[in-house]
């Protein structure tokens, strides 16, 4: 049940929507968190005054924007490209399959910095809800690429198993989509959830700063599946499919 | 692009991912939680040994259990009553009503419990994430409810409205139902790191329980999606619609 709606107008949100996350997410990292680093000079304070300074989190920082912008934002572009972009079908297939690979590759390096920091301050991997649906969504994110790849791109299905696999590639990749936003926002949720318990304000700027930046993601993963469910109504003079 | 499965299969899958979260939930807040209870007759504990002992929540538990049951599962049985039912559109029309109104109200009390939760124990109100999403989804939910049935039931709009209308009613409707599992996840997340924060073992049974039973949620919203948007193959011999 497509909504009859220029794909292209709803792609306008989305970028504006991605744009805004992306510049929330910085601004939480960089001015409230003591900016990114993938090394800290001083280990010791990881360890022992965690929690007590922000610029101890300077590490654990790239974990966000990664994620975010890396993972979440370049992802949700990968989806719509083939209904955001003026150009030939060919040509949105590679733009689709890079983009996803970079996305994928960058919420890799984005989830190894969250087991370094944990390593590192002495703080237990793998227990929360948001560690666990992140692992699910980045093996079922990599699955899909890799299937995508072999039937669609490299070396490519038969014609009749593309057909009949194409609205499971889509179905899959929506519901890996929603969990990977889902998972997002766990994440601000948590790491605002631990701030609070340490004496950041419950409705100061830092708090407002981090749930306005989760529903401006929710609202892009949104936005990004109205794009994609999105047909031009007839006499649109749409012609970028 | 619809999947082409029969729906029913899917329904069932779904409603056995009801059950199980439903009873993961019912166990968690009755055995770990010290039960339910509208109210506690000693108000002094739970203001001050609030987190020290699990007999101190019951009036909070509540909250999970009429949310996940009564708004999270009879909504997502609404969802996909046209598909799951053997009826006569009228009737399956009526039923995605009343199910719908009926997880609308014990959706509603279940965030006043939250409210007399916080309000008798001197917790603040709607600061978190959860909280923020909840209060969005609840009035999306009811906005969504009083414009289905003001076009689609009684009075109903022009055949036309109707047709316009349908798709969007679909989409806006998966889209609050995507954030209703969202913020639940979110929810179960919260509770469980405050439990955790006061002493509930990180890898223990308890914490294991909170986060099955939201993966059991979210996998039962992933079956309602998958349940609403499959139609079953030509010469299934499906006569459900």
């Not at 401006?216 to 109504?233: D, R």
Request: proline share 5%.
């Amino acid at each position: 049940m497509a909504i009859p709606v220029n794909p292209v107008y709803f792609s306008y949100v989305t970028h504006t929507l991605a744009l805004i996350s992306s510049i929330f997410v910085l601004v939480w990292c960089i001015s409230f968190r003591g900016g990114l680093a993938w090394e800290h000079p001083d280990k010791t304070l990881i360890f022992n005054v965690l929690l007590r300074n922000k610029h101890k989190f300077r590490v654990i920082c790239i974990h966000p924007v990664l994620m975010l912008i890396g993972f979440i934002i370049l992802g949700g572009e990968a989806i719509i490209s083939y209904k955001a972009l003026p150009f030939e079908k060919p040509v949105k297939k590679l733009i689709h399959l890079v983009l996803h690979a970079t996305a994928l590759i960058l919420g890799c390096i984005g989830i190894y910095t969250a087991f370094k920091y944990h390593n590192e301050s002495n703080i237990a991997n793998l227990y929360s809800l948001h560690s666990w649906l992140g692992m699910g969504v980045i093996v079922l994110y990599g699955i899909q690429w890799i299937y995508g790849l072999v039937v669609f791109f490299y070396p490519g299905g038969s014609h009749e198993m593309r057909r009949d696999s194409l609205p499971w590639h889509v179905l899959l990749g929506m519901f890996v989509y929603a969990l990977a936003i889902g998972t997002a926002a766990l994440g601000f949720l948590e790491k605002l959830t631990f701030l609070e318990n340490s004496g950041v304000a419950k409705y100061g700027s830092e708090a407002f700063l981090v749930n306005f930046t989760a529903i401006f993601a929710v609202l892009f993963g949104a936005f990004v599946f109205f794009t994609a469910v999105s047909q031009p109504p007839p006499h649109d003079g749409y012609s970028a499919i």
